[in-house]
């Protein structure tokens, strides 16, 4: 779209970061994947849509990024964001009071946490690295999780999982370092 090329160790890097996130998935419970009664397309289906959605996503974001600095541009976003989800939020009829204070307090730290340091990091790398690059980089995120995980919750990941981050981890390092450098510097 964006009529920027990859190179082979580009390419290397994006099959074995997936290849790593295809074990983690494989390995993330002993739960079969498709259970009675559910609905197996309508999943595979959501799936597509979000990689689309977030594709999409990423691609605009690094145009837009290379031209709009980083305050204007993540406040459309949020903006975008926010006008969406209560139109949903609206449409479903879904109350928003009535609920128990510490679901609150955990949606505004996911607000604080989750949406305005992680996704504007991201928003804000766009300026300066490729749509590939950020995408292939954010494949850290089950690393990361996991790493909460245990150190919230004590949960062990398994020898799988292990070896899944470690093989994201080198998918991302390829990629990283053979990422051709942008040719104009946001602002």
Known sequence: VLKFKLNKWVWLGIIVAFSGGTIIALSASG???????????????????????????????????????????????????????????????????GYDPRG??????????????????????????????????????????AIWAFLIFSEIPTVAQIIGSVVIIVGVTIVIRGQNRPKKKPR
């Open 31 to 97: 739960e079969p994947a498709i259970v009675e009664g559910g609905n197996a397309t309508y999943g595979v289906t959501l799936a597509l849509l979000s990689a689309l959605g977030a594709s999409i996503y990423l691609i605009s974001g690094r145009k837009l990024r290379a031209d709009i600095p980083f305050l204007p541009y993540v406040w459309l976003v949020y903006l975008g964001g926010a006008v969406t989800t209560s139109f949903i939020t609206l449409f479903n009829r879904t109350p928003i009071i």
């Open 104 to 145: 609150y307090f955990w949606v505004i730290m996911l607000a604080i946490l989750a949406q305005i340091i992680t996704h504007g990091s991201l928003n804000y790398i766009l300026g300066y690295l490729s749509a590939t690059t950020v995408s292939v980089a954010s494949q850290s995120v089950p690393i990361l999780s």
